[in-house]
């Protein structure tokens, strides 16, 4: 090779590593090897992967083996990617949500997510560290941390920078080069915070555009599976591989759904030409002077790429009281429901079981406590309370008609914009509706909280739609990482 594989594979994105594949510069077997080494390397002073895929090395030997007598399956023919550790996959690896409860289960089949990634020729070199239960176990669990795989750390200041949860393993690992991209789960933030703080592209989907079978859950009405990458682009391809309807998943049968092929045909740099952005000030109003510094330099960015910039935008629902009766409800039957199929070595097989063998092995299973577990047991599990029912009537009546559809149609917005992961975006979880953020600037200083880590690092730049909207979303984010370059790589020396 003409250059040496840290120079060809650091910071590549999907389109470069098919280019070399094709021309011969690059195997993938080549390409799995270096980023294992690097796992093996790097990730023991970041805690981002919970197990590496001990088929990873054999898979890229098949699948160069196809390349050279058959041809590519599509863009992630022989590409390494990491799946967040709630997402079933039906081989050697364990899927666990971070618990030590599951810390053997294997998964009967692949998630629809997983199999349609592996038919696509991706490869899973491993399981990304997580939240344990999507955060949803303790209210003073840190996010980041897990029973089975410990404490999750930030590659551009670890144990200093919040590391954002609860895709914390997928997104270290690819703002650290552990692998080509990764796949996250979000119920509200999980994607878009890790994404936001370790210098990512991260995507949540319109509830309905991507299955959620053979996902361990939280919700069944704002989980859903998304991309994490360093570049939209890279976010386009992923997505556009994973949106086939799944006959089991009910979201996905919604007579307004829409999805596309090909979401890297949005693409366009000048994307922020004409787009009408909204500016919801109320949701700036916590920021810190260099945060609120970071939002104004991007709307100023946006506003010199051609954007109509709306200044201020109001949502109805700015000063509403919020409950948590949805995910409290939900999670006990959605995780019951999962539990109750799940595959061989699984140690507990429902909610009452799984209170009961953390309470029985609390030395390695509750440095946290288990408080969220135990008040969401306190529910029926039948979703038949009506605290539940009005709950998410009255989710999904703020966040949609006094929340972001009004603001959309109010001022015939593309889009809001947001900092990172800031509290507004908890309305577009509820509501169901797709969030993409891209990197941002970085700060030098910034405010000790009382979490111990400083508001300095990594900032997103996060852009809110309607349902459905992801094509405009990619627009606006891909002319919006063009005209900026934010995304840079954390140095190794942790």
């Known amino acids: 090779m003409d250059r040496t594989l840290d120079e060809l594979l650091l910071e590549t994105d999907i389109v470069s590593l098919q280019s070399a594949m094709e021309s011969g510069s690059l195997t993938s077997e080549v390409c799995v090897r270096w980023y294992l080494d690097r796992i093996t390397r790097i990730d023991p002073k970041l805690n981002s992967v919970i197990e590496v895929n001990p088929d990873a090395i054999e898979e890229a030997i098949a699948l160069d083996a196809e390349r050279r007598e058959q041809g590519v399956r599509g863009p992630l023919h022989g590409i390494p990617i990491l799946l967040k550790d709630n997402i079933d996959t039906g081989d050697h690896m364990h899927t666990s949500a971070g618990s030590v409860a599951l810390a053997e289960h294997i998964a009967k089949s692949d998630s629809m997510v997983a199999a349609q990634l592996r038919a696509a020729g991706a490869i899973f070199l491993g399981k990304a560290n997580m939240t344990e239960w999507a955060n949803f176990m303790s209210n003073t669990m840190l996010s980041g941390y897990s029973s089975r795989g410990g404490q999750t750390l930030n590659p551009y200041g670890p144990g200093e920078l919040f590391v954002g949860g609860s895709s914390s393993g997928s997104a270290a690992a690819v703002a650290a080069n552990l692998c080509t991209a990764a796949l996250g789960t979000e119920t509200s933030g999980s994607i878009i915070s890790p994404a936001s703080q370790n210098c990512l592209v991260g995507l949540k989907p319109t509830i309905g555009l991507v299955s959620r079978t053979g996902i361990i859950p939280l919700t069944s009405s704002q989980d859903s599976a998304g991309p994490m990458t360093r570049s939209v682009k890279d976010a386009a391809i992923l997505l556009s591989t994973i949106i086939a309807v799944d006959p089991n998943d009910a979201a996905m049968h919604d007579n307004e759904r829409k999805a596309y092929t090909d979401y890297t045909s949005f693409l366009d740099v000048n994307g922020l030409r004409g787009a009408r952005i909204g500016v919801p000030r109320f949701y700036y109003q916590h920021l810190d ?17 051609g954007a109509i910039i709306i200044d201020p935008v109001s949502l109805p629902c700015e000063s509403a009281k919020w409950d948590w009766d ?3 409800h939900e999670f006990k039957k959605v995780l019951n429901d999962y539990l109750a199929q799940a595959g061989p070595n699984a140690y507990v097989k429902s909610l009452d079981e799984l209170i009961a063998y953390n309470e029985e092995n609390s030395s390695v299973a509750l440095k946290y406590g288990q408080d969220l577990l135990i008040w969401s047991n306190e529910t029926s599990g039948t979703l038949s309370e009506p605290a539940y029912a009005e709950s998410l009537r009255h989710n999904h009546l703020l966040s949609r008609d006094q929340g972001i559809d009004h603001a959309i149609r109010e001022h015939q917005l593309d889009a809001l914009i947001f900092l990172g992961n800031e509290e507004g975006l ?28 400083t508001t300095k690092g990594p900032q997103g730049i996060t852009f809110v739609g309607t349902a459905y909207s992801e094509p405009i979303l990619f627009r606006l984010a891909y002319a919006y990482e063009q005209a900026t370059k934010f995304r840079f790589a954390p140095k190794d020396e942790f």
């Not at 510094?293 to 506003?303: D, H, P, Q, S, Y």
């Not at 309305?427 to 000790?448: L, M």
Request: aromatic share 4%.
């Open 289 to 305: 002077e260099a945060r609120a510094a970071v939002i104004e330099r991007a709307i100023n960015v946006c506003r010199e790429q």
């Open 426 to 453: 908890d309305v577009s979880a509820r509501a169901g509706y797709p969030v993409i953020t891209i990197p941002g600037e970085c700060i030098e200083t910034g405010i000790a909280g009382e979490d111990g880590y």
């Open 326 to 328: 949805v995910m409290r």
